[in-house]
């Protein structure tokens, strides 16, 4: 079989390790070219990684890949998502925040022909919580729960000008479902929205998202409530040096989704 031509929107902390481990070697798969905000810096980074694969536009970007990993910042979406989708190409992303916020994108996918995949990022269970949504759920909790480090920078901390320096107990900085979170948060709870999907909707899905200087993983407690099963899952995922509020787990589901595309034996739904 052909190899599958792959193309990486975005070069930073997720992009960069998708890139090498696209370099280092996945069977049936080859990185093509790149898409970035920073060209220069985009460059640089491949030059780094020993890769002579060009730094095009999104457009361009959809030409030439099969296959597009949207690794870039929730307000590049759009412009990443929509040339790859127009053109029938797999969307590859851990976005789940950024599909709530466009939902057309999925119409887009069906009447083009293209697919969208969305990695589990930081999340696990996405498995057994879309099994239970073939029949009944009652109910879904996620109680989120971040180092303040991991929060300083999201866009309703900095909007509402939220202080977490020096934080000696929990604070709780949202209560709601998980599409108001993906809406305040978008680049933060990825994992709510995911959730959301999977299971009974972003509308019924319940968050809570709490500051917690006694935390030093970005910690998820997940309660999902079906006539099934009941499922207690709790993840602990350790964040990048590069960007705190990025799990390094976040990069390897991307890999792991990769790696699906192109073997012959596929672990999961």
Known sequence: MKDLQVGIAGLGTIGNKVASALLTGIPGLKLVAVSSGNVKKASASLAALGSDAPVVDPRELAEMADVVVECAPTTAFTAIAGPALERGRTLLTVSGAAILQHPEVVELARRRGGRIILATGALLGLDAVRAAAESTIHSVTMVTRKPPRSLVKAKYIVENSICLDDLEEPLLVFKGSAREGAEKFPSNVNVA???????????????EIWADPTRTRNTHFITVD???????LKIENVPTEENPGTGRITALSVIAALRSLGSPLRVGT
């Open 226 to 232: 079906a006539d099934s099963a009941r499922l207690e």
């Open 193 to 207: 929205a995911a959730l959301g999907l999977a299971g009974i909707g972003a509308d019924l899905t319940q968050l």
